[in-house]
């Protein structure tokens, strides 16, 4: 048992993050910002090229045959780097829709709404890519920026064109590198792949997603904690004073216990012997929204009144994270889901 | 990252699961907690058991006369104990955990040879005094004096939440040797005989109702200069090799202990009915993921461990965050109790299902709120944690 990362793991991440701080600066981002369409193609081929979406496609098909746990490391690098547009959903969608895994195809997913029975609709351990709530519209992501529209649902995935639908574009977004459309239904589209796949994706995706969150979380703290070691107030540095200084300590806490669960997350779905894979990635997700969500609110925090203005990039992480936080199980699902396996755990 | 175990590794769980299997069912029953030297016994007949199977000092290395485990193999150890309802160190914690390592890493060969058998054979308990009343988070503050006389050190003083100082034959002591001011500067390492003459103990009831600690008052207490472990002045340092000595296992049985509470409080929830409640699921759903993510961060903390040699500063990330999810477990247990946990004392169900588990819960409970205090507060804790792993100014402290 070696719980660390391996070297390859360690350069493979150091890789990623060098790439994104390169192609993906933030204020080069930002410039998309209230923009319909913030992914960028050459940049999105570019991320096929480095692996991010053909990580884990076995090397017969093209892939390089890695694992979860590896793709979590190279998620966090770019939830870290706050990189917009559909990333989960065009890792998970490669093999299954040509060109997604080499970024020349980006594909978006959404939960199909099963006849209003509500979030666990799908009833058991199952995770939904997004809550289905009777009420509220669908929501689509990215939507213009998408080649193919996948619709993952308890019986499989079926594949949507994303020009035949009637959609509308909500106005301000939470997230201004999250562009939102609203349908109020979907149409049926092709099957593309049967109930494994989407109970897969379901399960990969609620890690890959809480591998971004973790990514945030780490780079709220630096960021809150840089702002800490420069402002001084009293004639102090800020993070010199107790207050200031364990909102950050409580940051890395948060980060460190939902790092440690999104990893044993992923090496469990890729090593099943050692878990239920399922299980832990209910409880990585969780706990890497609320880690995500909290540093977010944190960071806004210890930059006082700059942390209440735009430019101040600490509101972008913390509205990535709200979104994030809706997709692949949200906090009461996921609890509720938990809470299932306990119970399940006891009868045995 | 790769959380299986190797066939060494497995190899060692399976011979240690099959002594447990064949040495627990023969234990006498458990002392009361408040019956010291019936607790003593029972736990150094224990200790002796594991010396004589091989399995004393785990993490010890064989130099100092222990079983040189990696620290994988000391997870294992403490995990398979844990499932398997031995009992605790418990008397034995501050020798084995303590006052041994520091003797192994800085005492002379003829101290190693005196004090470090029988400690591992269960055959002499060391209690600790190291805090003062006027010295908690700030140790490097402590007054207890300590005046050279020949080849004697003369100690007047007081240390307070001494653990097990009714039945310990050693103290590892820190006094003051140094000037008043001299804080870590001027500290020295001793071992204190506790028959000495001039020492008094007068235990402490805790909250829990229990005598946990003593408070120890020190009269012109003669120790041999032969007893100082490490330089005079340099016992500060020698106290941190100490703590060096931990590989990321510390909490590994309360962390399962945890674990199999949820799982109590969950069954309980069960028979009450509390558990139709989505309210009381999704508190349960939440203690799930947090005690399974502090399990993962074990993992990870003794792995790295196990890369490096030394403990890194995942030690204090888990204690921060392990305290506060035990003491909302806590509470969650509680909780389902309703008015059966205002005592800890197991009454009988309405149900006819026999009684609830009060006493164990209120134990927990109450124990739980200790745990954010003891070992270095969670607010010192967290700046260790500010200053260390994030660099953050530090506290600005008077005579530094």
């Known amino acids: 048992m070696d719980f660390e990362l391996t070297e390859f793991q360690s350069d493979l991440a150091t890789g990623v993050r060098r790439l994104c701080e390169g192609r993906f600066a933030l204020d080069t981002l930002r410039r998309a910002e209230g923009s319909d369409r913030v992914v960028e193609r050459d940049g999105w081929r570019q991320l096929g090229g480095a692996g991010v979406f053909n990580l884990c496609l076995g090397e017969d098909t093209g892939g390089l045959g890695l694992g979860l746990a590896d793709a979590a490391l190279v998620f966090e690098e770019l939830g870290r780097a706050l990189v917009p547009g559909p990333l989960v959903a065009s890792h998970l969608a490669a093999g299954l829709i040509e060109g997604a895994d080499d970024g020349s195809v980006v594909v978006g997913l959404v939960e199909r709404p099963s006849g209003g029975s509500g979030a666990t609709a799908s009833g058991g351990l199952a995770i939904p890519v997004v809550p289905v709530v009777p009420v509220v519209p669908v929501v689509i992501e990215h939507l213009a920026d998408l080649d193919v529209l996948l619709a993952v649902s308890d019986e499989g995935v079926t594949s949507i064109e994303p020009s035949t639908l009637d959609a509308t574009r909500m106005g301000r977004p939470m997230d201004p590198l999250t562009p939102l459309w609203s349908v109020s239904s979907l149409p049926a589209g092709t099957p593309v792949a049967g109930a494994d796949v989407s109970a897969r994706w379901r399960r990969d995706g609620a890690v890959l997603t809480a591998a971004l969150q973790i990514g945030a979380a780490a780079w709220t703290t630096e960021l809150a904690v840089e702002y800490a070691k420069e402002r001084k107030q009293f004639g102090r540095p800020i993070g010199g004073f107790q207050a200031i200084k364990h909102l950050c300590a409580d940051m890395v806490v948060r980060t460190e216990v939902a790092r440690a669960a999104v990893h044993a997350a992923a090496v469990t779905v890729d090593q099943p012997d050692v878990g239920d894979a399922l299980v832990a990635a209910a409880g990585a997700k969780l706990l890497a929204d609320e880690a995500a969500l909290a540093n977010g609110r944190s960071c806004i925090q210890v930059h006082g009144g700059m942390g209440f203005t735009w430019e101040v990039p600490a509101h972008l992480a913390y509205k990535r994270a709200r979104v994030l936080a809706t997709q692949f199980g949200t906090d009461h699902e996921l609890a509720q889901s938990l809470a299932q396996s306990l119970a399940q755990s006891l009868a045995q | ?400």
Not at chain 2, 17 to 45: C, E, I, M, V
Not at chain 2, 160 to 165: D, G, L, Q, R
Not at chain 2, 211 to 227: K, Q, T, Y
């Open chain 2, 1 to 400: 990252m790769d959380l299986r175990y190797t066939q060494a590794e497995q190899s060692f769980r399976t011979g240690l699961r099959t002594w447990l299997a064949d040495t627990l069912p023969a234990l006498p029953s458990k002392p009361s907690p408040n019956d010291w030297p019936g607790r003593r016994a029972y736990d150094t007949h224990w200790q002796r058991l594991l010396f004589d199977a091989g399995y004393a000092g785990v993490d010890w290395p064989v130099e100092g006369g222990g079983r040189g485990s990696s620290p994988v193999e000391q997870l294992i150890f403490k995990e398979e104990l844990e499932r398997a309802h031995a009992p605790y160190v418990g008397v034995n914690f501050v020798g084995l955990l303590h006052a041994g390592p520091t003797v192994i890493a800085e005492g002379t060969p003829e101290q190693r040879q005196r004090y470090l058998p029988p400690i591992l054979r269960g055959d002499e308990v060391w209690c600790q005094g190291f805090s003062e009343p006027d010295a908690g988070s700030d140790l490097a503050s402590l007054r207890t004096r300590a005046v050279r006389d020949g080849d004697e050190y003369v100690v007047t003083g007081s240390k307070i939440w001494t653990s097990h100082a009714e039945v310990a034959d050693y103290c590892e002591l820190l006094v003051r040797t140094g000037a008043e001011d001299s804080r870590h500067r001027g500290i020295t390492w001793l071992i204190l005989p506790m028959d000495s003459a001039g020492v008094e103990i007068r235990p402490l009831t805790t909250i829990a109702g229990s005598a946990e600690f003593a408070e120890l008052f020190l009269d012109g207490v003669r120790i041999p200069v032969s007893n100082r472990v490490g330089d005079e002045n340099d016992g500060w340092r020698v106290t941190m090799v100490t703590l060096s000595f931990e590989r990321g296992t510390a909490f590994v049985g309360d962390l399962l202990e945890a674990i199999e509470l949820l799982s109590k409080s969950v069954a309980l929830a069960h028979r009450t009915g509390a558990w139709s409640d989505p309210g009381v699921r999704r508190q349960a759903g939440h203690l799930k993921a947090e005690l399974d993510a502090l399990w993962a961060l074990t993992k990870r903390n003794v792995s790295q461990a196990a890369r490096t040699g030394v403990p890194g500063i995942g030690g204090t990330v888990f204690k921060l965050a392990y305290t506060e999810t035990r003491q909302k477990l806590g509470e969650f247990s509680l909780s389902l109790l309703g008015r059966a946990g205002l005592a800890a004392h197991d009454s009988e169900g309405l149900d006819g299902l026999g009684s609830l588990p009060a006493e164990a819960m209120v134990e927990d409970w109450l124990r739980g709120i200790s745990l954010t205090i003891a070992a270095g507060t969670s607010q010192i804790q967290r700046n260790i944690v500010g200053e260390r792993i994030l660099g953050l100014p530090k506290e600005p402290i008077r005579g530094l």
